[in-house]
């Protein structure tokens, strides 16, 4: 029996494995020094002023939105096609999502789209870097801006790609991360928010910790004793402890090796791939440069199911990203409708995701390509 090939997968060597060794000899496991070397290797990365660690790609997303000062009565534009937790977590702050639809090449937002449906309730746009390939900033910031909205960047795909020779996490307003194991570099768990809007950065970094405060000069009862800490604000604790920042700090260092892997399974699957009829494969615009996370194939023809079907059958572990996130019954049973982002719609019946990772080996690339051919010759 053949082994079978996951659609991601981490990449962990001994420098890995020793830095995390390291952090459980030391004396803090949480809430010590590592978090905020992290914090500044991520921003750095980010091009970025400060980011703040938290507990996963969700719980940067829910820091980021209640930093952002969402809360109800206001709206918060999503694209149909990324994971749920770009809009569960606005919702979760009392926002009502709006769904825009997506561009039909990259699978990202689609900037007419955010125009379309901006007004003055609009609190923040959300745009998701999908596959890794950046979204198109450029012309959604200025149409955030026009109402006076943040825009936030689920770059949950996308640490380490580039826009216009520019960063992912220098782009937008605010930007989320998540290091989840199949993402372009781990903490197990774990997320950041990153800004160069220090108020934000207060806040989300409150949010992160209960929104405590400790600063006598800023508390409302100084007095009460050396002991005393305070809340203001709600929050909740979305800390991402110093053992997984560790790991983190040792992945950041191979970051740039991981993206050259990821770049060449790319390249290599184009090459493989690209005279299949009735196929689709991704494309990359001129002015960036992904760092991939994804490979999404479109499977025209209505076939889609079936060649999903096949090929985990054949021990090849591909996926579908994403179901439109109102077709999810939560999102229904409050009175969306499908057909209303028909782009989007589209893409999640052809698409699915084969296996892409830094560490894929060429010969079980091979099989993956092997596979598709054949059941689409
Ligand atoms: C686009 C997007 N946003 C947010 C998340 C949430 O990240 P996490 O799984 O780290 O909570 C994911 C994770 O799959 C994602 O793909």
């Given at each position: 029996?053949t082994h079978?090939?996951?659609?991601?997968?981490?990449?962990?060597?001994?420098?890995?494995?020793?830095?995390?060794a390291?952090?459980?000899?030391?004396?803090?496991?949480?809430?010590?020094?590592?978090?905020?070397?992290?914090?500044?290797q991520?921003?750095?990365?980010?091009?970025?002023?400060?980011?703040?660690?938290?507990?996963?790609?969700?719980?940067?997303?829910?820091?980021?939105?209640?930093?952002?000062?969402?809360?109800?009565?206001?709206?918060v534009?999503?694209?149909?096609?990324?994971?749920?937790?770009?809009?569960?977590?606005?919702?979760?702050l009392g926002?009502?999502?709006?769904?825009a639809?997506?561009?039909?090449?990259?699978?990202?937002?689609?900037?007419?789209?955010?125009s379309?449906?901006?007004?003055e309730?609009t609190?923040?746009?959300?745009?998701?870097?999908?596959?890794?390939?950046?979204?198109?900033?450029?012309?959604?910031?200025?149409?955030?801006?026009?109402?006076?909205?943040?825009?936030?960047?689920d770059?949950?795909?996308?640490?380490?790609?580039?826009?216009?020779?520019?960063?992912?996490?220098?782009?937008?307003?605010?930007?989320?991360?998540s290091?989840?194991?199949?993402?372009?570099?781990?903490?197990?768990?774990?997320g950041?928010?990153?800004s160069?809007?220090s108020?934000?950065?207060?806040?989300?970094?409150?949010?992160?910790?209960?929104?405590?405060?400790?600063?006598?000069?800023?508390?409302?009862?100084?007095?009460?004793?050396?002991w005393?800490?305070?809340?203001h604000?709600?929050?909740?604790?979305?800390?991402?402890?110093?053992v997984?920042?560790?790991?983190?700090?040792?992945?950041?260092r191979?970051?740039?090796?991981?993206?050259?892997?990821?770049?060449?399974?790319?390249?290599?699957?184009?090459?493989?791939?690209?005279?299949?009829?009735?196929?689709?494969?991704?494309?990359?615009?001129d002015?960036?440069?992904p760092?991939?996370?994804?490979?999404?194939?479109?499977?025209q023809d209505?076939?889609?199911?079936?060649?999903?079907?096949?090929?985990?059958?054949?021990?090849?572990?591909?996926?579908?990203?994403?179901i439109?996130?109102?077709?999810?019954?939560?999102y229904?049973?409050?009175?969306?409708?499908?057909?209303?982002?028909?782009?989007?719609?589209?893409?999640?019946s052809?698409?699915?995701?084969?296996?892409?990772?830094?560490?894929?080996?060429?010969?079980?690339?091979?099989?993956?390509?092997?596979?598709?051919?054949?059941?689409?010759?």
């Amino acid at each position: 029996m053949t082994h079978s090939i996951p659609y991601g997968h981490q990449s962990i060597d001994d420098s890995d494995i020793e830095a995390v060794a390291e952090a459980l000899r030391g004396d803090w496991l949480t809430t010590g020094p590592t978090v905020a070397a992290f914090e500044r290797q991520i921003a750095a990365v980010a091009g970025a002023t400060d980011s703040v660690a938290v507990t996963s790609g969700t719980a940067a997303l829910h820091t980021a939105y209640a930093a952002a000062g969402v809360s109800s009565g206001d709206q918060v534009i999503v694209p149909a096609l990324t994971f749920a937790a770009t809009a569960s977590t606005a919702s979760l702050l009392g926002a009502e999502i709006v769904f825009a639809d997506v561009q039909e090449d990259t699978g990202n937002i689609d900037p007419d789209a955010v125009s379309a449906l901006t007004n003055e309730r609009t609190a923040v746009v959300a745009a998701v870097d999908f596959a890794g390939h950046p979204a198109e900033i450029d012309e959604l910031l200025p149409a955030a801006r026009a109402v006076g909205a943040v825009l936030l960047e689920d770059a949950a795909h996308s640490i380490g790609s580039t826009y216009r020779g520019r960063p992912v996490g220098s782009l937008a307003d605010v930007t989320t991360f998540s290091f989840f194991p199949t993402k372009n570099l781990t903490t197990t768990e774990g997320g950041a928010v990153v800004s160069d809007d220090s108020a934000l950065i207060t806040a989300a970094r409150s949010f992160r910790s209960h929104g405590l405060v400790r600063d006598p000069a800023l508390q409302r009862f100084p007095d009460e004793g050396a002991w005393h800490q305070e809340i203001h604000h709600l929050g909740l604790n979305y800390r991402l402890p110093d053992v997984l920042c560790a790991l983190g700090l040792s992945q950041i260092r191979r970051l740039a090796d991981f993206k050259a892997s990821r770049a060449r399974a790319f390249d290599r699957y184009i090459e493989g791939l690209q005279d299949v009829g009735g196929l689709r494969l991704p494309i990359k615009r001129d002015h960036v440069d992904p760092m991939w996370h994804l490979f999404p194939i479109r499977v025209q023809d209505g076939r889609r199911r079936e060649v999903f079907d096949r090929l985990r059958a054949q021990g090849i572990l591909v996926q579908v990203n994403y179901i439109p996130v109102y077709w999810h019954p939560y999102y229904e049973d409050l009175g969306y409708r499908r057909g209303q982002c028909p782009v989007a719609e589209r893409y999640y019946s052809e698409e699915i995701s084969l296996p892409m990772y830094a560490n894929l080996a060429t010969d079980d690339q091979d099989r993956v390509i092997d596979a598709v051919r054949s059941i689409l010759a």
